[in-house]
């Protein structure tokens, strides 16, 4: 039982590069999510969603696209990375009664 | 979803207990109330949950008042390893919108 697993942990992007951060979780967990962590900052949610083929946005979801074909995965995309990208980037996934929520280890995301 | 408001930094010493309060005037009569617990460069961890009165597990309490308007986060004897950085977030357990949104936290610094 892995829990919540990102791929992948570090990355370096140019200005301009597209990517696609992945999350899997293994719970059969109804929701999850993406947040972004800047230095010094709490956590922003970015998209989310409440079940397989739903997403929705957060309060920055700006420059970033997400899809959930299937139950355990949460993909996010980077279309056309910035410098203001670069973050920490969590993954979460909860149950519907939102009881409690687990996170994945983060990727460190860095645009130049 | 009802804002919270939390100090910004506490210090403490250790084998001290440490209250941290979250003020969230406009919790409604679905909310419940969570506290997660971040260490640097990880993902946030939950420690409690609570609705109404006192909660209590291995490692926090969580007191909440008849208003529910606020709640205090009680942790019993911390040591250097506690330092880390509290979240409250206050959100409907049936997991209507699924967001769940943090604010800035409260840094706890322990110190020898």
């Known amino acids: ?112 | 979803l009802a804002k919270t408001t939390q100090p910004i930094s506490m210090d403490s010493y250790e084998g001290q207990e440490v209250n941290i309060t979250c003020s969230h005037n406009n919790i409604a009569t679905n909310d419940y109330i969570t506290w997660y617990q971040q260490f640097p460069s990880q993902g946030p961890r939950f420690i409690i949950q609570g609705y109404k009165t006192k909660v209590t597990n291995e490692v926090a309490s969580l007191f909440i008042p008849a208003d529910r308007k606020s709640s205090t986060l009680s942790l019993p004897r911390v040591s250097l390893s506690d330092t880390a950085v509290y979240y409250c977030l206050v959100g409907d357990m049936r997991g209507n919108t699924g967001k769940l949104i943090f604010g800035q936290g409260t840094t706890l610094q322990v110190k020898p």
């Open chain 1, 1 to 112: 039982n892995a829990g919540v697993t990102q791929t992948p942990k570090f990355r370096v992007l140019k200005t301009g590069q597209s990517m696609t951060l992945l999350c899997a979780q293994d719970m059969n967990h109804e929701y999850m999510y993406w947040y972004r962590q800047d230095p010094g900052m709490g956590l922003r949610l970015i998209h989310y969603s409440v079940g397989e083929g739903t997403t929705a946005k957060g309060e920055v979801p700006d420059g970033y696209n997400v899809s959930r074909l299937k139950k355990q995965n949460f993909l996010l995309g980077l279309e056309s990375a910035a410098p203001s990208q670069t973050s920490v980037y969590f993954c979460a996934s909860a149950t519907v009664m939102n009881t409690e929520a687990f996170f994945g280890q983060g990727t460190r995301l860095t645009v130049v």
